[in-house]
C-alpha cells in the first residue's frame, strides 16, 4: 500500500447517500456544495474533486491536440503564438 493511502468507511443510507469522511474530504479538497466525481473501472470507484478532474481531462486533450498539429515543444507554441499575433496586427 503506498505511504500516504489509508482507508476510512461510510454507511450507504436508504436513499443510497454516504457522508465522505472529513479526512477524505480534507484530501480531495471538497466542502459543502463542491461536486465529486465517481470513476467507475470494473469494481473499483474512485472519487475524485470534479473541478480538478474536469481540468486534467481538459489538460489531456489541449496535450494531444498540440501534438496532433505538431506543436511538440514550448518553442512550437510560442511561435505559433507570435504568428497568430502578426496575423491579427495585420488583418
Do not use: H
Not at 476510512?8 to 472529513?22: E, L, R
Amino acid at each position: 500500500m503506498l505511504a500516504n493511502a489509508f482507508v476510512d468507511n461510510a454507511k450507504v443510507m436508504a436513499k443510497g447517500q454516504i457522508t465522505i469522511p472529513k479526512d477524505v474530504r480534507d484530501v480531495l479538497g471538497v466542502s459543502s456544495g463542491d461536486r465529486v466525481t465517481f470513476i467507475v473501472e470494473g469494481n473499483t470507484v474512485r472519487i475524485v474533486n470534479s473541478a480538478v478532474y474536469a481540468m486534467q481531462m481538459l489538460q489531456q486533450e489541449m496535450a494531444r491536440e498540440a501534438e496532433r498539429t505538431g506543436l511538440t515543444s514550448e518553442d512550437d507554441v510560442m511561435a505559433f503564438v507570435k504568428e497568430l499575433r502578426s496575423e491579427d496586427e495585420k488583418g
